[in-house]
């Protein structure tokens, strides 16, 4: 097969950055453009010394780029930004967003947590969300994919199946979040300045983060029924990684056992998402640079409820990599190509 030509637009970001490591490894892909705003005009080795040493096109603006031969683009910008440049693309682009831009499919919801109205609400009806474990047939076949936000790449994995099985009391679900600091970006802010993210731990945008109406999207979905959770996220003073501890309560009828068993069999056949044998307690060390999400079951000492763990790499699994894994199956390669590296543990 010849390569598929793809775009990275803002490849001097974090998530732009590891979406060029994954694709130069990639055996379908050819990077025919990359685009900066700020850094645009330099060499990407410039930016990202790790990426020297490779065959790369410069960093240029977006209306720099001959877009007639490229037939994806990967976008790596800052919401609200994104939707502004994805709506100038031509037509025959297929599109990975993994900005939050079109992931909640009510712009009215949308409006409500990002301040502004949508700009481009008739692109966002065309949008699939982009979990593939949930969506695999509609990202198959869409234009543009909303790759979902690092904390609900995590929760979806652990909680979607759950509820959609009906073992857990939905409407009661707690979960604890904690990111790494790259899932804040690459650009200057005070709270992810060393001495102020470093030996620390923060809790931030208590009851009010903008993941948690994306988390409640899907969870309702799968539910049925609309649900709301308690969701806090914390800084932790890592560069990458992300580790979701969820408290619920067991529906009745059901069981501990039943929750592992709903795990176990929707992600048999997954190769990226892995329920860990009961006792093994996964950390964000045993996903690094991978584009694993492993999972845990725990039975607490309070009767009747359940602790759960989900871990995954934000800028992978909860980014480029998902990115990855949405574009082969959007081009009906197989999915884990380019994606197929272990944790770098320790
Ligand atoms: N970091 C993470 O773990 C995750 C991030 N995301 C999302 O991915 C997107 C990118 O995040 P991240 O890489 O962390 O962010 P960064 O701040 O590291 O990078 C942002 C990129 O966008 C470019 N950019 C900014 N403004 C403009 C503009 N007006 N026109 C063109 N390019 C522009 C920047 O270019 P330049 O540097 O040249 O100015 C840079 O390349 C965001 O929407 C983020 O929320 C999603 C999941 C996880
Ligand atoms: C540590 C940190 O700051 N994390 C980011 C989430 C990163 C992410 O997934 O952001 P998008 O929804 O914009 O894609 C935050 O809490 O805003």
Redesign the pocket.
């Known amino acids: 097969m010849s390569s598929i030509k793809i775009a990275v ?9 590891d979406l060029v490591r994954l694709a130069v490894r990639h055996p379908d892909i050819e990077i025919a453009a990359l ?6 005009g330099k060499p990407v080795a410039e930016v990202f010394p790790h990426l020297a040493g490779l065959d790369l096109p410069d ?1 240029v ?2 209306e720099d780029v001959d877009w007639s031969g490229i037939d994806a683009a990967f976008c ?4 609200g ?2 939707q502004e ?1 994805i709506a100038t693309l031509p037509e025959h682009i297929r599109i990975i967003d ?3 831009d079109f992931r909640l499919r009510d712009t009215q919801t949308y409006a409500q947590w990002y301040g502004h109205e949508h700009l481009a609400p008739e692109l966002q009806k065309t949008a699939v969300y982009g979990l593939t474990e949930l969506y695999r047939e509609a990202i198959a076949d869409a234009r543009l994919v909303a ?1 979902p ?2 904390y609900p790449t995590a929760v979806l994995l652990l909680l979607a199946p759950l509820v959609k099985a009906g073992v857990l009391v939905a409407d009661d679900l707690v979960i604890d979040a904690k ?1 790494g600091v ?6 200057l802010k005070q709270n992810i300045l060393f001495c102020e993210a470093g030996e620390g731990l923060s809790p931030y945008a208590i009851g009010t983060h903008r993941h948690a109406p994306e988390i409640e999207q899907e969870l309702s979905l799968a539910a049925g029924r609309p649900l709301v959770t308690t969701f806090t996220p914390h800084l932790a003073p890592m560069s990458r990684g992300e580790l979701i501890t969820a408290y619920a309560r067991i529906a009745d009828g059901a069981s501990v056992e039943a929750v592992r068993a709903v795990l176990e069999e929707a992600y048999a056949a997954e190769p990226f998402v892995h329920l860990m044998a009961s006792g093994t307690t996964p950390a964000t060390q045993h996903v690094r640079g991978s584009n694993h999400c492993r999972l845990a079951v725990f039975e607490g000492r309070v009767p009747g409820r359940v602790i759960l763990i989900s871990t995954l790499d ?2 992978v699994k ?2 480029s990599g998902q990115a990855i894994q949405n574009f082969n199956v959007m081009f009906g390669l197989a999915e884990i190509a380019g994606l197929e590296q272990l944790a770098l543990f320790p």
């Open positions: 637009i803002g490849a001097s970001g974090y998530t732009g950055a685009t900066a705003n700020t850094h645009a960093l603006r977006n790596g910008l800052p919401h930004t994104s440049v993994m900005s939050a790759c936000g690092c990111s790259s899932g804040a970006g690459r650009s934000n800028l909860g980014s």
